[in-house]
């Protein structure tokens, strides 16, 4: 469920950060920014805010069309937002904190062993953005000495704003998250994103029988079930091609809501985390056992 949050520290962080940066209007999402941690939200999350809101800016403005699309060697798209997305979160990043690392989809890696490194995935999503789908998203995340401690989703044109810091809670929009309590598969909500490898290995039936037993399967994808999750609005997400930037900023933001965030095997989320089993605490263990040991 969410919780109406006090206070409007971060939408203080937020404004006082991107004043003089780009200032075309500000979203729903944006204008209630809020947190209840008021003392121990960071500057970290003042910035990664701030990088977020440039980025929405951007990809608002190519969202309707007039953009370049370029095929890169893995044979996936990249336009001009994403290139121009990730330019100014890493402007805005490293020029707050120049010792950094900085890891993004676009430009690699930068200082990977630093104790504070930066995930970022400017367009997550840019296949469905090419094609107007509204549910890219900018993802920001900061990993501290292997740990992911924040986490920021913003999805732009659906107007969520997620934001979590280790020990702060997950917010959206101004409202506290906190995960479902549904422990009967048979009651549970269950997303599933991107699936081919466990389609292609001998896992397809247990995740057949999970989705026999669910009360509702939908495929709502890319960061927006993780968001539905967090809001214990569903039980369940499973994925099983995906790249660490895709899904650390996401992960943070559902173990502060109480849920449990791991790969297909059960791992904790690492930069060469490629599968995703995420849920609330009472079904987690009984999905984990059924879809364990087949993909990386």
């Known amino acids: ?56 800016d951007i990809s608002r403005h190519y969202y309707a069309g007039n953009f370049t699309v370029e095929t890169k060697a893995d044979k996936t798209p ?19 904190f ?11 890696q930068t200082r990977a062993d630093a104790d504070y490194l930066w995930l970022v995935d400017p367009i997550d999503g840019t296949k469905g953005f090419v094609r107007e789908y509204p549910f890219f ?9 292997g740990e992911i401690v924040l986490g920021v989703s913003s999805g732009t044109m659906m107007d969520e704003l997620a934001w979590a810091e280790k020990g702060g809670g997950a917010w959206l929009n101004g409202d506290r998250l906190e995960v479902s309590e549904i422990a009967d598969p048979n009651a549970a909500a269950v997303s599933t994103g991107n699936l081919r490898s466990l389609a ?11 989705v026999a037993r669910a ?38 933001v559902v173990t502060e809501a109480g849920g449990v965030f791991t790969d297909l095997n059960g791992g904790p989320v690492g930069l060469g985390t490629r599968s995703v089993l ?13 879809l364990s040991g087949f993909v990386a």
């Open 1 to 56: 469920m969410a919780v109406k949050a006090g206070g409007a520290y971060a939408a203080r962080l937020l404004e006082s950060t991107t004043r003089n940066r780009h200032s075309s209007p500000v979203s729903a999402a944006e204008t209630n920014v809020e947190s209840s941690n008021t003392e121990n939200s960071s500057s970290y999350l003042a910035v990664a805010l701030a990088a977020a809101k440039r980025a929405a």
């Open 78 to 96: 990249v336009t001009q937002a994403d290139v121009e997305c990730e330019q100014a979160i890493r402007e805005t990043i490293l020029e707050r």
């Open 98 to 108: 120049p010792a950094h690392g900085f890891y993004g989809e676009e430009t690699g």
């Open 137 to 145: 998203s900018t993802q920001i995340a900061l990993m501290h000495a």
């Open 200 to 210: 292609e290995s001998d896992g397809w039936p247990a995740l057949g029988n999970i």
């Open 215 to 252: 009360d509702r399967i939908r495929g709502y994808g890319d960061f927006y079930h993780y968001h539905l999750l967090a809001a214990g609005k569903i039980e369940a997400v499973i994925e099983s091609d995906v790249n660490v930037l895709d899904i650390a900023a996401l992960s943070i």
């Open 278 to 290: 995420a849920a609330n605490p009472a079904l987690h263990a009984t999905y984990l056992e059924k």
